[in-house]
């Protein structure tokens, strides 16, 4: 039997003691209570007449106090990873870490899996009555169908270190309400059938018909903008069409004022050329040739066309002018060009007679 040779508490199976710290030799046997030898430095201790640095000299703070109780903690972690481990059918990998294979009591209903398991094999757990699995971290792949058809299990936290989630891994855990992690790599139908994947599943279709409504409004909202433009588009093409209609109306009225606007002058000046004709031609008529001539002779210059054959006619008769007949011919060919019919005739007379 192993004993602590600092504080006599039994330590079979430790290589510190778990009360003290002590680092056990391996050779250490004294039973609790009795007088102890000290085989490395001899003599009897374990009472008070001795002190710490009896032993160790140089003062206590020459030994690792610290170091004997990390390891100690380090040892119960061990035993506790151990216990957690005792359910399970497992293989230790070369690395010191461990996968699970099954449950060796397939009622368990609630588990742990601790720190230095590194890997769940495909269809560990498949069909178990599980409720609730806690992941430790270290845990970094989870294999096909390991948790499969799990029907009771409502609940699972996954850890940071996780990078690879199996094929169906938790298919069909029908309770179950969890989302993939961020960070690992999910296999295929992962967790089809799960309240998690009905869930993801009906927020992937609200999603879906969330855009389907932002494209729809999208689209409505363009084709709104577009019939707008186009309506824009009509309104100013057809403000224009009215622009062209209204300046050509203008155009037709100022063109019409215009035209009216000569005619109003031409018959005018027609009216006055027909009083200066009617004038002369009443002083003519009269025999007062010299006071008419001056009226039909303006008349005549303006072109007034009975004017032009009684001026001609007044040159070629010596009527109130002398005897011309190159300016008889002159206004006798003026009044022609205006369609004048005597002018024509006295025109034709005196080309013929080679005046």
Sequence with gaps: MKFCPECGTRAE???????????????????????????IFGGAFGTDTFAKNDFFGGGIDDFDWGGAAQARTRDVEIQQEMDALSVFECEKHQNGKYAILSLKNAMEMSITVPACVEAIADGAFE??????????EGLVKIGNRAFANCRELTKIRFPRSLKFIGNEAFAYCVNLDVEAPERARVGYKAFVGTLGEKRMREQAEAAERTRREAEE???????????????????????????????????????????????AEEAAHTARLRELYNKGKRLYDNGDYGEALEYLREAAEQGYADAQY???????????????????????????????????SWLNDMNQWGW
């Excluded at 186009?230 to 100013?236: F, I, K, N, Q």
């Excluded at 057809?238 to 606007?261: Q, Y």
């Excluded at 002018?321 to 011919?329: L, R, T």
């Excluded at 009044?335 to 005597?342: K, M, T």
Aim: with cysteine; aromatic share 6%.
């Design 13 to 39: 199976g430790f290589k510190f003691c778990p009360e003290c710290g002590y680092k056990l030799t391996g050779g250490e046997t004294a039973a609790a209570g009795a007088p102890k030898t000290d085989d």
């Design 310 to 344: 009684i001026l001609g006619y007044s040159y070629i008769s010596a009527q109130g002018v002398g005897y011309n007949s190159a300016e008889a011919k002159r206004w006798f060919r003026k009044a022609a060009e205006q369609g004048h019919a005597l002018a024509k």
């Design 217 to 263: 409004a999208e689209r409505r909202r363009k084709a709104a903008e577009e019939a707008e433009r186009a309506r824009r588009e009509a309104e100013e093409a057809e403000r224009r069409r009215k622009a062209a209609e209204e300046a050509e109306r203008k155009r037709r009225e100022a063109e019409k004022a215009e035209r009216r606007r000569r005619e």
């Design 127 to 136: 069909g178990s009555d599980l409720l609730e699995v806690t992941l430790s």
